[in-house]
């Protein structure tokens, strides 16, 4: 059974920084691509961020460019989200997902789920 369980959310001040974490189990994780996504009250879920199974392969989505970055560590089966310069419109829902090609940046393309996880940023 596959499991992806997020860490690290929370309350942070604009202009801060957060790192998310992410830990798999039941797959065998250097063979899959992993993803961040968030969803804010009444939207969609957007796209964020995703990792080559190898880590050699990095994607963002342009509101997080340079802000945000995203790595792995295949001997720990765990993924992370650094954010920094964080913004209020960066409160949502984070969500970690798991997907066998690399280059996904919809929900359709993405075969595991995480729970998800709270960051609200205040102004």
């Known amino acids: 059974q596959v499991q992806l369980v997020e860490s690290g959310g929370g309350l942070v001040q604009a202009g801060g920084s957060l790192r998310l974490s992410c830990a798999a189990s039941?797959?065998?994780?250097?063979?899959?691509?992993m993803g961040w996504f968030r969803q804010a009250p009444g939207a969609e879920r957007e796209f964020v961020a995703s990792?080559?199974?190898?880590?050699?392969?990095?994607e963002f989505a342009d509101s997080v460019k340079g802000r945000f970055t995203i790595s792995r560590d295949n001997a720990e089966n765990t993924v992370y989200l650094q954010m920094n310069s964080l913004k209020p419109e960066d409160t949502a829902v984070y969500y970690c997902?798991?997907?066998?090609?690399?280059?996904?940046?919809?929900?359709?393309?993405?075969?595991?789920w995480g729970q998800g996880i709270q960051l609200t940023v205040s102004s």
């Open positions: 039941g797959l065998t994780f250097r063979t899959y691509a």
């Open positions: 990792i080559s199974g190898a880590g050699l392969v990095r």
């Open positions: 997902a798991a997907a066998k090609w690399h280059g996904m940046t919809t929900y359709e393309g993405y075969d595991y």
